[in-house]
């Protein structure tokens, strides 16, 4: 193995892959990236996993010698990362991969390669192509409900549902869910690479239908490689997992087995009082009264009326606090809910629009949230669970 190739781009690449590799070790052949090179192609091809999901990236190189290997993917990061911005030289001799940047010289012990778990095909004959951007979004608008709580699996994903009319993610953890439906997604068919008159992805899924949980490992990954440059997403749907092709990079993910739950049970649409309120006004109001609120459930009230918009809290231990806002239009009749700020906090950073919509009815039932007007073809949805009296 031998090769040069400019710090900036291999940089580039595994300051990403790094999020794959596993904080806890079941295996010390996960720490490591497994490396190959190609001269005919000149590509160098740089794969992560935690068995979980499996990351290559492959880019150009000035490939002199063709070549795998295994190194630790911390030291090379840190390596790399310590480097000018000039050329790196990295050449193979025996277990040592020497590494080399102006007059800097480092010797990386090299690991088993063979032991490196087996990398899936890439086959993109079934895959079907969609819009990066739309992904993105939607990924963007649901990944901040997910639960982080490893006891209810089924709830550390986004829920993905494909139909040849409409596609839709949601994400829940119990107490608060973010939901966005996009109608008649511009999907290609597999094989397919047909476009109408304007340009546009014009082939349906034909009468397939799909739900699957995606592990918000995998969703992050691909929001950190998003660029607004590269326009395609080609995804392969199995029963026991996906593959995401986009840009250089090829991602395997495992699905997580579970039925999701039937959140939309807790929508109440029609609930009688409405709110329009300006959303930064909003939240600078909870940010200051919420430095008060009590540690353990975070808890910040809203009572409203015509006239009147108050949030407050209390905290025994410490004080109280309240904000007046007046800059509002209300609809219904007196209403109040207790609430968690940092929920409510982190829908608004999700709403588009510079007024937010919340209804509200008893202090029992939800609070959903909405723009103040859909974004066009999309249904986006925010529901934040009320905390008991």
């Not at 909003?282 to 009326?305: E, G, H, Q, Y």
């Amino acid at each position: 193995m031998k090769l040069a190739i400019e710090k900036k781009d291999l940089i580039n690449h595994i300051m990403h892959l790094a999020s794959i590799i596993p904080g806890k070790i079941t295996s010390p052949i996960l720490t490591n990236y497994l490396i190959q090179v190609d001269a005919d192609s000149g590509l160098m091809q740089i794969t992560a996993s935690d068995l979980e999901i499996t990351v290559i990236a492959q880019f150009p190189a000035l490939v002199q010698e063709s070549g795998v290997t295994a190194v630790s993917a911390r030291h090379l990061n840190e390596i790399i990362n310590s480097m000018p911005d000039q050329m790196v030289y990295i050449n193979k001799v025996d277990d040592n991969l020497k590494i080399q940047c102006n007059k800097i010289d480092f010797n990386l012990l090299c690991a088993d390669h063979t032991l490196f778990p087996i990398i899936p095909s890439r086959d993109l004959s079934n895959a079907y192509l969609t819009s990066a951007e739309e992904f993105h979004r939607m990924i963007a608008k649901t990944a901040f409900a997910v639960s982080n709580d490893t006891n209810r699996a089924v709830l550390t994903g986004i829920c993905w549902q494909i139909t040849p009319d409409w596609h839709l993610m949601a994400a829940t953890d119990g107490r608060k869910v973010a939901e966005i439906k996009v109608p008649h997604s511009p999907w290609l068919n597999r094989n397919a690479h047909a476009v109408d008159n304007d340009g546009e992805l014009s082939v349906s899924l034909g009468n397939d239908s799909v739900e699957k949980i995606l592990p918000v490992k995998t969703v992050n990954f691909l929001q950190k490689v998003y660029d607004s440059d590269v326009k395609e997403l080609k995804i392969v749907i199995e029963n026991n997992g996906f593959m995401f092709a986009y840009a250089d990079y090829t991602v395997f993910s495992h699905i997580i087995e579970h039925k999701y739950p039937d959140y939309q049970k807790a929508f109440i649409h029609d609930l009688p009082n409405s709110v329009l309120i300006d959303k930064e006004a909003l939240k600078t109001a909870i940010k200051r009264v919420s430095l008060m609120s009590p540690a353990d459930n975070m808890r910040i009230r809203f009572d409203i009326d015509a006239d009147r918009f108050e949030i407050s809290t209390f905290n025994r231990e410490e004080g109280e606090a309240k904000q007046v806002l007046e800059s509002f239009s209300y609809d219904g009749t007196s209403a109040n809910i207790s609430i968690n700020h940092r929920f409510v906090l982190s829908i608004l950073d999700a709403v588009d629009t510079d007024k937010v919509k919340l209804k509200l009815g008893s202090a029992k039932e939800p609070l959903m949230i909405y723009n103040e007007q859909q974004p066009e073809s999309q249904e986006i949805t925010f529901l934040l669970m009320p905390l008991r009296s």
